[in-house]
């Protein structure tokens, strides 16, 4: 461990963390990377910019989080709006702020978390910033690349008559945090079940090949579950200038979410509509290229579920009746995320 | 001022206020501004990215500044990076750390003077994040074009015989920041010089004009001066490969620097060489096209004073004497600006 580093060995060494976890130092279109007063690239089409911020105490504590986890969940989160986009990911610029408490070895540890990350996506981490800050916190910039903006899919393209689905399957994240805040709950799972939901809350996966799948198979919108389907839809719906009916029951629970959420006293729709994080896809598709679309997840490793339908008029609607007990709104991301609500 | 308001009706309110303030809702080449899961970019040619970050008790204290310094000081930083590549700016993103003490209207004047420093230089508000956070910071991101990645200056390209030069004045944040701590001292200046001072600490101007003007008048390698001359010119000899000599008794200090110093029983080149945050520009140049530097700073209504000359070598040499007291080193972003030691 040796004597503390001064900033720019610090730097450097984080640099090489990130480096040996796989990274790639550059790639294509980047002109001069990592360590001048900014990166230079030449985008060849349409770039995607998405900031996202994690913060301790509001986000993560650590632990349960490792330092890894934070560094892994910060980049992903992130990655997981280009995956929305159908972007291909290229450049990520990570802002550190440190408190003196922290100890270096806890940031190379997030470094190489996060560089292992970057190098499953073939992401080049093309600068960055280490300031002191009381809290720790990282802020995330990533730019994503298409041939045109044509391929990229916003959250505004849904048309009445569109069906509407979601990747994967939901209420995992909301289910391994309750988990690694009472880990007592995890009594009745499986234990391979309990690490699977404490992972998707851990080290969240952006959906980036279901993306860029979804895109080329004609998604007219797209946006990612970071809020929870019930909020998300709505920023879609509003985004869209659609209506979004959907039926609750339809709504993919992943294995345990419903023995967590028993254990919690609480509705297992609530976990997947008002818990966010699972970081998921939902998306809107012409009814005649679905199955294509399910063609595109199965081809990125996952799965396909129509949920609802977009149809003329605002907002969203759930049918009402006992399936539908528990849908949550959206939480507000001025709420710390592990201290959401339930509706 | 109300009810307290639900993030989105906050982020809608922030962003008319940075439009009301003037900056442009959309600049050339943007497709898809803030609002979706990313903005969305067709950039003519090559484009600088950069990144920085500011935090309250850090890098600030509210008082003394006020919640309009700190929004058009953390926007003035980054873009200071981008007018050390020559780079024409376009888009800003900006994350937003927020304690729930901080009223809303202090939200919104941060908003207004970024706002307004967007508008003065064409940059649009592209995206952005507001998270809960125990302290206030604002992290950014900023995003310049220029026809081609030959037309950005970086940090490496000084030749042995090139000129050293430096624009505007010097050691003016670091006299402002002591005015600001310790108001008394000003008692032997003149009132206008002292706000100049406390000015140039409170909202430093990037020198945008400049630095695409002394781009296009051939400067090889150029770096903004956020950490002190004697810090930068070491990070620009690194990058470039050579020695730079600098000659102390040639660095222009801005009015009433000497007086502070004096004050404050440190040397005026202390203030200048490791006093950070002027946001000056330092570049080197070949001697011929030195008239053409000094036309294009004047054309962006600031100067530019010739301080050494670039030789074959490493490191940074000063020379010796009575004229080099009080050179120092650049401090370590690890520490906060507000607490730098002199050497």
Do not use: C, N
Request: proline fraction near 6%.
């Amino acid at each position: 461990v040796g004597a503390p580093l001064g900033e720019f060995e610090l730097i450097a060494a984080i640099r090489e963390r990130i480096e040996r976890a796989g990274a790639p130092a550059s790639v294509a279109g980047l002109v001069l990377g990592s360590g001048d007063d900014a990166a230079v690239t030449v985008p060849g089409g349409a770039t995607a910019t998405s900031v996202d911020a994690i913060v301790d105490e509001v986000h993560f504590r650590m632990p349960p989080f490792t330092p890894g986890d934070v560094g892994h969940k910060g980049l992903a989160a992130a990655l997981s709006d280009l995956a929305a986009m159908g972007a291909a990911p290229g450049e990520a610029y990570v802002q550190r702020g440190v408190p003196e408490r922290i100890a270096e070895e806890t940031l190379l540890e997030l470094a190489e978390a996060l560089g292992e990350l970057a190098a499953a996506h073939s992401v080049t981490v093309a600068g960055g910033d280490l300031v002191r800050s009381p809290v720790l916190f990282l802020a995330l910039t990533v730019v994503g690349h298409a041939e045109g903006p044509e391929r990229l899919v916003s959250r505004g393209g849904a048309r009445p008559g569109d069906l509407l689905a979601v990747t994967g399957e939901l209420g995992g994240a909301a289910a391994g945090l309750a988990l690694l805040e009472r880990p007592e709950l995890a009594q009745g799972l499986e234990p391979p079940v309990a690490a699977s939901l404490r992972g998707r809350q851990l080290r969240p996966e952006p959906q980036l090949a279901a993306g860029a799948g979804l895109a080329a198979a004609g998604a007219t919108a797209m946006i990612d579950l970071s809020d929870g389907i019930a909020g998300d839809a709505e920023h879609l719906a509003a985004a869209s200038g659609v209506a979004l009916a959907i039926e609750p029951a339809r709504v993919p629970l992943q294995e345990g979410v419903a023995a967590v959420a028993e254990a919690l006293g609480r509705r297992p729709l609530s976990l997947a509509s008002g818990g966010g994080e699972d970081y998921e896809l939902l998306l809107a598709l012409p009814g005649e290229r679905e199955a294509e679309a399910r063609e595109a997840a199965a081809g990125a490793g996952t799965s396909l579920t129509v949920v609802g339908r977009a149809e003329r008029g605002r907002g969203v609607r759930v049918s009402a009746g006992a399936e539908s007990a528990g849908w949550a709104s959206g939480f507000d991301q001025l709420q710390p995320r592990s201290h959401r609500g339930s509706a």
